[in-house]
């Protein structure tokens, strides 16, 4: 069973930092693309940020030059660094991944969610 699991939410002050992590388990023959998505409150999921397995990436507008995503693809794992961060990025984050199955076919699997929380 292919499992994405995120860790390193928690509870963080306006300007602070985190660094989440998600890891990919399973058998599986690669994951091509692995992003970050946000729900906060009463709002829709959102994009946050996105990396392929070259390394190229891309971030949504509100958080470019605040967070960083990065992979290590031996150990199938993204991780999501986050500064300077601010009350609006409170919200449930969540990983992705396209994963290309042994037997053929790429399916988009998702984590579970992690929260963070950020005070002012």
């Known amino acids: 069973q292919i499992q994405l699991v995120e860790s390193g939410g928690g509870l963080v002050q306006a300007g602070g930092s985190l660094r989440l992590s998600c890891a990919a388990s399973?058998?599986?023959?690669?994951?091509?693309?692995m992003n970050w998505y946000r729900q906060a409150p009463g709002r829709e999921r959102e994009f946050v940020a996105t990396?392929?397995?070259?390394?190229?990436?891309n971030y949504a507008d509100s958080v470019k030059g605040r967070f960083t995503i990065s992979r290590d693809n031996a150990k199938n794992t993204v991780h999501l660094k986050m500064n300077s961060l601010k009350p609006e990025d409170t919200a449930v984050y969540y990983c992705n991944g396209n994963v290309l199955l042994r037997t053929g076919g790429w399916t988009l699997y998702w984590g579970q969610g992690t929260q963070v929380t950020v005070s002012s």
């Open positions: 399973g058998s599986f023959s690669s994951i091509n693309g």
């Open positions: 990396i392929i397995e070259d390394g190229t990436t």
